[in-house]
């Protein structure tokens, strides 16, 4: 399984309105995130497939581990070459040492003498074709550790996988900058396994080749580089059809002569010194002297030489400035080099504490993340979901994003203001998300016509994709919106204040439909909002049909895209947008920090401006609060028969899965809609945010009854956390009032809190929703937070019993690798709630399936530990949380941050069908073909052109799964983030 977890997001919800002529209410489908390649689903869940015939066996398997002198850890991965699934699987190997089993994951690991066997588990027992199953244990051993020599699979030797090339970019080097119009000189070094040779190097630009080398050694001088940033990569090709894809390497093309400044973040302690190298970005024809000096910041800080001399000999060759820290204060400076005819380039030096390990860890992260050639955003200051394009998570490609990646720039953000007193970039991030991801006024123009009484109509949520489209039931009586009169008197707008969820930033899909505009189209440039998910629990991101925001009918079908998801007898041109709420709350937590450190800074007044904005999201993001159709909480059975609420009683008061808004694409046409949602997930929840907005002046709503809901949705939240925990100590799935989202009869002696019907995987079963223990680390983390700031002991008494089990399932290896929770299987049910008497949940169980090393879920981790040690002074969870953040540092660091190898078997579902009705037709903005024949891959003809398409080519031909080391937004600022809580409040 796949370590690295997806944007949990919903995504926005296509409503076919009825025409305006005839003046209903329109209706929406309800917004739906699958998680999909969040969490790579164990193989056999995969792909569906016949039982296994009596052919012969097929494999491979590769071995890899993990080993610290008297320990190790072994990962196997089987791949099932042949044309059959395996209906179950017995791996077999032996030892030549005295190697001795300890304890083993996602199997059952049995040992007789030297002979080691394992047999899958009940839910990996199935690989299909070309899939790939992986299996690991930890074992003991003294004297040497060879790996074994041969594998067997039910009896039959396996042969090892194909290894792929092994790529290595040489040049340039990270972070070089060339002046445009200058060979930027490419090299690479390619070396095949298994007796196959190198047929060709191609080098990329991002997606775009731009070269190739057939003979070693591999080299590429490109000229024709436009300014700006640039990922390279080089991929090699070997004679046996395996490809390798070397790791990323950024580099910065310059309009003309520049200066080059190497690194372009520093920090020097107290007392100490640190270096900046300058050198020029072309030869120059005469001698240039660059001047350095500090243009801004803290007198404390000082440089020198206060002048360089580069001649037409030395131009490319670095020469040292030193800057020297005073032995007191801390803070930052600009220190700015210029010389004539060239662009200056500028170096910002934080100055820290003498005994600041961890700030300086989270500084040199933070300029890692923040340099412009290392691919983390775009050229609009935009943050992708990741620096690599071949990913697929949540977001179907990794230059989309996502509002969880702009929250996670908010509260990066704030951190660099904590530690160097800079509130300019908080500010600036802020900026970002409200140009770029909050609709405009013209997003949403028609908002003016919203009717309150009759908020939208209803449509039924289907249990699979193939069951859809929903016709739309306006029988159904919705309840009246509380919200939408209050708001408008409080802000003077119709206008929501939320972010939508996803983007597609580089406008790969083509549709145009950037902030202030409604389908562009494919000559579009730079950001356009995107809707994916729709169809039900079952709909994974391998089964969606991309759509636009702003639906005018320009492509799809006759109908656009609306006809796919929602029935009528005819549909109107629309836009509509759908809030993820757990971004928005995170945006909200970032600015409680932004606010507590710049006053602790004597600076609040410098963020006081978008300490307000974040105020008035909070108060939109009520909307998250209520049933879907406003319908009354607690009981809610029959569609028609569950009465519509009046006032607040049809609030759930929790963060559930999504609010949505939409309307009239024409101006003239005089409808609006809005939605909630009913299902609420435990990982969705935010305490601090709603203390923050209950409590703390600074963040209380402007609306009249805004602080006063989120004051009873902070005591809703805890008392949901403790009713969610299991006899072990992990938080279970969640609620819904709309049992299978239309109002259904749940089974008989489903547990209840308040009303709501207990949901053991809310909103998407394909992975199920509850199993990542990122969800857990995420959602706990906002509750210490919350406890160390007002020691609750509400959420006291959720920590105590989560953090004991957590720490219980925790590995540090002698070495400092560590091991943490991955995958999460869950039994039983908790008991009715009772507020009086929560009691202990006996019956509701947690098991840990598997494992991982993954830096992002590791680093939520370990600031929930690190928050809670700091509250109860917790020795164990504050020695865990500095061997998590220390083992991270030492064993996953690369050029571009911190990284894991994963092993992405779930990259088979590429040629997995999308459910579109039979006879239905239309086509993608680039011509794609949308039909009943379509798969994942035909919607998304552009990833033929990824440098890293050739591994999924060679997965989908039988080759063994591909493995791509990624660096996710979100994953690298919680790394960050980590690193800060533990300088702020442990080091």
């Known amino acids: ?37 969040l969490l790579a689903l164990p193989a056999g869940m995969l792909a569906a497939g016949p039982p296994a015939q009596a052919a012969a066996v097929q494999c491979g398997v590769d071995y890899r581990t993990n080993d610290w002198g008297s320990g190790f850890t072994a990962e196997l991965t089987l791949t099932n070459r042949g044309t059959a699934p395996l209906d179950g699987w017995t791996l077999g190997f032996t030892y030549a040492g005295d190697q001795k089993l300890g304890n083993g994951w996602n199997g059952t690991w049995t040992q007789s003498g030297k002979a080691v066997t394992v047999t899958n588990a009940a839910w990996n027992g199935t690989v299909a074709a070309g899939a790939a199953v992986t299996t690991g244990a930890q074992f003991s051993y003294s004297g040497t550790n060879a790996a074994p020599a041969s594998f067997t699979v039910d009896g039959t030797p396996c042969t090892g996988a194909h290894q792929p090339p092994v790529t290595v970019l040489t040049s340039p080097a990270p972070g070089a900058v060339y002046s445009q119009g200058d060979a930027v000189p490419l090299a690479a070094t390619a070396a095949a396994a298994d007796g196959a040779t190198i047929g060709k190097v191609e080098f990329y630009s991002d997606t775009t080749l731009i070269g190739t080398d057939t003979t070693a050694p591999y080299t590429l001088g490109a000229t024709s580089l436009p300014a700006g940033a640039h990922s390279l990569y080089a991929t090699a090709y070997d004679s046996l059809g395996a490809t390798g894809e070397s790791a990323p390497v950024g580099i910065t093309v310059a309009a003309g002569p520049a200066l080059v400044a190497t690194p372009a973040q520093l920090s020097v302690r107290q007392g100490a010194t640190g270096t900046f190298g300058l050198r020029l970005s072309t030869r120059p024809s005469a001698n240039v002297t660059v001047t350095v000096a500090r243009t801004s910041g803290v007198s404390g800080l000082t440089a020198s030489p206060a002048a360089l001399t580069f001649t037409p000999a030395n131009w490319n060759t670095a020469q040292q400035v030193t800057v020297t820290a005073a032995p007191t204060g801390t803070g930052t400076a600009v220190f700015t080099a210029t010389a004539p005819g060239h662009t200056a380039t500028a170096v910002t030096v934080a100055q820290l504490a003498a005994d600041s390990t961890y700030e300086a860890r989270f500084l040199d992260l933070y300029g890692k993340i923040t340099n412009p050639a290392n691919g983390y955003f775009s050229p609009e200051g935009i943050p992708y979901h990741s620096v690599e394009t071949l990913i697929v998570e949540a977001p179907d490609q990794g230059h989309e994003t996502t509002s969880e990646a702009y929250s996670y720039l908010v509260w990066l953000q704030a951190m660099y203001g904590k530690i160097t007193g800079d509130w300019s970039a908080f500010n600036g991030a802020w900026d970002t998300l409200e140009r770029y991801m909050i609709p405009t006024h013209a997003d949403q123009a028609t908002n003016s016509s919203y009717n309150a009484a009759k908020p939208a109509t209803y449509a039924p949520e289907w249990d699979l994709p193939s069951q859809y489209p929903a016709a739309l039931d306006s029988t159904v009586t919705a309840g009246a919106d509380p919200l939408a009169a209050e708001l408008k008197s409080a802000y003077g707008t119709d206008d929501v204040y939320g972010m939508h969820w996803i983007q597609d930033v580089d406008n790969v899909y083509g549709f145009g439909n950037g902030p202030g505009t409604c389908s562009a189209g494919p000559a579009a440039t730079g950001p356009s909002y995107i809707n994916t998910f729709q169809r039900g629990p079952q709909e994974s991101v391998w089964e969606t049909v991309p759509h636009p925001t702003c639906d005018r009918f320009a492509y799809g079908g006759r109908n656009g895209y609306l006809d796919l998801f929602t029935g009528d007898s005819s549909y109107a041109r629309q836009w509509k947008f759908t809030n993820a709420p757990d971004a928005d709350a995170r945006a909200v937590q970032a600015a409680y920090w932004a606010d507590v450190w710049a006053k602790e800074q004597g600076r609040g007044a410098q963020v006081a401006t978008t300490v307000g904005k974040a105020a008035k999201m909070g108060d939109y993001l009520r909307y998250a609060m209520f049933d879907k159709y406003f319908k009354k909480v607690g009981d809610c059975v029959g569609p028609t028969a569950c009465p519509a609420g009046a006032g607040k009683n049809s609030s759930h008061y929790l963060m559930s899965w999504y609010y949505a808004w939409g309307g009239a694409a024409d101006t ?56 969610l925990q299991s006899s072990e100590g992990a938080i279970a799935g969640g609620a819904t ?251």
Do not use: C
């Open 668 to 723: 003239g046409a005089g409808w609006a809609w809005r939605i909630g949602s009913s299902h609420a997930h435990g990982g969705y929840q935010n305490p601090l945010a709603a203390y923050a907005l209950s409590a703390y002046a600074p963040l209380k709503p402007k609306s009249a009854t805004g602080a006063a809901d989120w004051a009873t949705s902070l005591g809703r939240q805890l008392e949901f956390y403790r009713w």
């Open 737 to 987: 009032n709309s049992w299978q989202g239309r109002y259904a009869t749940p089974p008989a002696g489903t547990p209840t809190f308040h009303g709501m019907y207990y949901d053991e995987k809310p909103v998407y079963h394909d992975p199920p929703s509850n199993q990542w223990f990122g969800f857990q680390a995420w959602s706990m983390e906002r509750v210490a937070e919350y406890y160390q700031q007002t020691g609750d002991v509400r959420a006291g008494t959720v920590l105590d019993k989560w953090v004991t089990w957590a720490l219980s399932r925790t590995t540090i290896n002698p070495d400092g690798t560590y091991r943490v929770p991955s995958t999460l299987q869950w039994s039983g049910a908790p008991d009715t709630w009772n507020a009086a008497d929560p009691g202990g949940n006996a019956g509701l169980h947690v098991t840990v399936a598997d494992y991982t090393d993954d830096v992002g879920v590791t680093a939520a981790y370990a600031k929930t530990l690190t928050y809670y040690a700091a509250r109860t002074g917790h020795a164990e969870a504050k020695r865990v949380a500095k061997a998590l953040l220390d083992g991270m540092w030492t064993h996953h660091q690369d050029p571009l941050g911190l990284g894991v190898p994963e092993t992405r078997a779930d990259y088979s579902r590429f040629d997995d069908p999308v459910h579109v009705p039979g006879g239905w037709t239309g086509t993608m903005p680039n011509g794609d073909t949308v039909n009943s024949a379509s798969t994942f891959a035909s919607l998304r003809s552009f990833y033929e052109k990824d440098p890293a398409w050739p591994k999924i080519e060679a997965y989908l031909a039988g080759g063994a799964a591909p493995v791509f080391t990624y660096h996710r937004f979100w994953a690298q600022a919680d790394v960050a983030l980590a690193m800060g809580s533990y300088a702020e409040l442990l080091e």
């Open 1 to 37: 399984m796949p370590p690295g977890p997806p944007s949990p997001h919903p995504s926005p919800h296509p409503s076919p309105h009825r025409p305006p002529r005839r003046r209903l209410s329109p209706g929406l489908h309800r917004p739906l995130l699958a998680l999909a390649a």
